[in-house]
C-alpha cells in the first residue's frame, strides 16, 4: 500500500482546519484578528475619552450659571497661569521630579547589585522584596506612613534616639519643606511618594542594566578606565533608557495621585487634588481639563530632552 | 618571528610561574608555567575547559591567580587591577560600547588618558585606516558586519599601545573565508607593530598557521609548548597527537611491529603511503596489507580507514587521485617508514 502523501481531514474536522488552513497562509489575517480588539479598546474607549475630555478644555465655564459655554476659546487653558494654579504646577512637578530624584539615587544601587552580582537566590528574594510592597493596599500604606512620620512616630523616636532630633527641628523649620511634623509636610510627602513607586523605577533599570555585557564592563576597563570612569562613560549611559522608563513612572504617578497628599500633605492643593474638586465639586470640566494636559505636555518634554541627552541611544 | 635563542635570555613579555586559578571545586588553571617572549606570536590551543581563556583573563587583569606569580615585562601584576596593566584585549564578542559611534569606540582608550578632542579623533582614523575601515568614524557599531566590528575591536586595543595584545578567539564568530582573511591580516599587524600577540583558540589549524609558537592546554594545564612544526610532529602525549590534527596512536607492541623503538608512538595520516598491487616495498618501510573498512573523501584527500589481519586498525590519508581501486571491504597496502613513527612520553 502506498502511504498517503496528503493528510485528508475527516468531514467534521473540515470547517476548523479550512479556517486554520487560511489562517497560516493569510498571516497578516492572523495579525488584524488579534489586533483588532485591543485596538478598539486602546483606540476608543481610552485614547478617544481622552482626547474628547482634554478636548474639553478649549471650553469656558460661566461664572454665573455655573454651565459650560461650548464655543473655542483660550481663556481656559491661560487660567493655568494665574498665580494661584501656575502654584499648583510649579508644586507638583517639583515633588514629581524630588521624588524621580530620590527613586532614582536609592534604587539604582540595588537595581545595579542584583543585575551584576546576585546569584539565582539572591535575585529571586530581590524580586520578591521589591514586588512585595505592590501587593498590599495602597491606603493601608499610606496611614501606616502617617503613623511613621507622625511626631511621636517611629521616626522621630528614631531620630532622637540616635541624638538627631535638633537636626530633624531645623529641617522641619526650614520654609517649604517643613512643616509642623513630617507627617504634614512636603518632606514627608515626598517619603510617601518614593516608597510607593520605588519598585516602578527599581525594575525598569534592573532590566537594563542586567542588558549591558559584562564584557563591556571589562573593556573599559582593559582600555585604562577606572570603575569610576567605567561608570559614568559606559554603565550609566546604557542604564540610562531603564532610568527614564522608571522616571516616567515614578514622575507620572507622582502627578496625578491626589490621596498620598491629601493625607500626608499639607493644605496646599496639588494637581491630582485640583483635577479631583474642580470635575467633582467645583463641576470645572474645562479647567480640570486644562490641568490634565499639564502631565501630558510636562512627560513630552521629559521624553525630548531625555532623547537629546541620548538616552535612547544604545536601543 | 621566530624566538631565536638570544631573545630566550630578554626579559619576558608574559612569564607565569606555577600560576593557579580555582572556581570551587574547578581547578580551570592548575599549576602553569610559561614565558611569552617580547615580538611573539603565541597561541593557546585547547577543548573548551582546558584553561586557556582563564589564562588570558589573568594576564589581562580580570581574573587573579590563587597561587602562583604573573609578570609582565618582569614587573610582577599580582593584585594590579586591568585598567593599570599595559596589555589590551580583543573580546570574544567585541565588546564594543553600543552607544558610541565606531571613532569614539576606537578613541575611548585615549580619551580616559585624557587626551583631546582633535588628537584622538586623529588618532583613531589612523588606527581606523590600519585595520581597512577608513570612513566609517561616524558609524554605529550595530551598523557593521561581524568582520568589521572585530577589526573596530583590534583598533581600539590597538590604539592605546599595548605591550602585549591579547586575543581571545577573535575570529569565532566569523565565516570560513572572512577568518582566513583576518589570519593573514592579523599575522601581517602583528609582524609590522613587532608586538606580543597572544592567541587564544580552539581552533589547531589557526593556532598552526599562525603562531611562533603553540601552548597546548588541556584540563587546567600545558601540555606541551613549542613552535607549531614541533608540537605537530613531535606530539608528546595522545592528547596532542588528537587534538593537533589527527593521529593513529599505537601501543608499544604496536609500534615495535613496525620497526620501531618499543615505546608508545604517533603516526600521521599523511605518513602513511598507498602502495599499488606488485610494487616493492620502499627501502626502510614496512608492508602492511588490510581490509578497508571505511573510506571518505575530503577533496585533496581520501581517508582511508583499514584493519590489518593483526587487528591494528589505521587512518591513512592519500592524495585524493592516488586512491584508484579503493572501496569498502576491498584489501589495500600501505607502506610504513619505521622512523615516521613518532614516540611519544606517554599513551594517555
Known sequence: MIPAILDTPAPHERTLRRLSDLLVRRHNLLVLILLVPPLLWLGMVYLGSLFVFLAQSIFSIDEFSGT????????????????????????????????????????????????????????????????????????????????????????????????????LEAWLALPLVGGPSLSVSYTGMVLVFTYLWLPFMILPMHAALERVPSSLIEAAGDLGASPGRTFRTIILPLALPGVVAGAIFTFSLTLGDYIVPQIIGTSALVLGQAVYTLQGTAGNIPLSAAFSLVPILVMALFLTLAKKMGAFDAL | MHANIDTALEIPAVRFAGVARHFGAVKAVDGVDLSILPGEFFAMLGP?????????????????????????????????????????????????????????????????????????DKQAREALAMVKLTGMESRRPAQLSGGQRQR?????????????????????????????????????????????????????????????????????????????????????????????????????????????????????????????????????????????????????????????????????????????????????????????????????
Open chain 2, 152 to 348: 573596530v575591536a583590534l583598533a581600539r586595543a590597538l590604539i592605546v599601545r599595548p605591550k602585549v595584545l591579547l586575543l581571545d578567539e577573535p575570529l569565532g564568530a566569523l565565516d570560513l573565508k572572512l577568518r582566513e582573511e583576518m589570519q593573514l591580516e592579523l599575522k601581517g599587524l602583528q609582524r609590522t607593530l613587532g608586538l606580543s600577540f597572544v592567541f587564544v583558540t580552539h581552533d589547531q589549524g589557526e593556532a598552526l598557521s599562525m603562531a611562533d609558537r603553540v601552548a597546548v592546554f588541556n584540563e587546567g594545564r600545558i601540555v606541551q609548548v613549542g613552535p607549531p612544526e614541533e608540537v605537530y610532529e613531535r606530539p608528546r602525549t595522545r592528547f596532542v597527537a588528537n587534538f593537533v590534527g589527527s593521529a593513529n596512536v599505537l601501543s608499544a607492541a604496536e609500534a615495535q611491529a613496525l620497526g620501531a623503538p618499543a615505546r608508545p608512538s604517533s603516526l600521521r595520516p599523511e605518513k602513511i603511503a598507498l602502495m599499488s598491487a606488485g610494487a616493492s616495498a620502499p627501502t626502510g618501510a614496512v608492508v602492511l596489507d588490510a581490509v578497508i573498512v571505511d573510506v571518505s573523501y575530503q577533496g585533496p584527500v581520501r581517508r582511508i580507514t583499514a584493519r590489518t589481519p593483526a587487528g591494528l586498525v589505521l587512518v591513512a590519508a592519500v592524495p585524493a587521485g592516488q586512491a584508484g581501486e579503493i572501496k569498502r571491504g576491498g584489501p589495500v597496502r600501505f607502506a610504513v617508514r619505521s622512523d615516521a613513527l613518532q614516540p611519544m612520553e606517554s599513551e594517555e
Open chain 1, 68 to 167: 459650560i459655554v461650548r464655543e473655542p476659546t483660550l481663556a481656559t487653558l491661560a487660567e493655568l497661569f494665574r498665580p494661584a494654579n501656575f502654584d499648583i504646577l510649579m508644586r507638583t512637578v517639583s515633588i514629581a521630579a524630588a521624588v524621580t530624584v530620590l527613586c532614582a539615587i536609592i534604587g539604582f544601587p540595588m537595581a545595579y547589585y542584583a543585575a551584576r552580582y546576585a546569584g539565582p537566590r539572591a535575585k529571586a528574594a530581590f524580586y520578591l522584596a521589591v514586588m512585595m510592597p505592590l501587593w498590599s493596599s495602597y491606603l493601608v500604606k499610606i496611614y501606616g506612613w502617617k503613623l511613621l512620620l507622625a511626631k511621636e512616630g517611629a521616626i522621630g523616636w528614631i531620630a532622637g534616639r540616635l541624638g538627631l532630633g535638633p537636626a
Open chain 2, 48 to 120: 573548551s575547559g582546558s584553561g586557556k581563556t582563564t589564562c588570558l583573563r589573568l594576564i589581562a587583569g580580570f581574573e587573579q591567580p590563587d597561587a602562583g606569580h604573573i609578570e609582565i615585562f618582569g614587573e610582577k601584576v599580582e593584585g594590579l587591577p586591568p585598567y593599570r596593566r599595559a596589555v589590551n584585549t580583543v573580546f570574544q564578542d567585541y565588546a564594543l560600547f553600543p552607544h558610541l559611534s565606531v571613532g569614539d569606540n576606537v578613541a575611548y582608550g585615549l580619551r580616559v588618558r585624557g587626551v583631546g578632542r582633535a588628537e584622538r
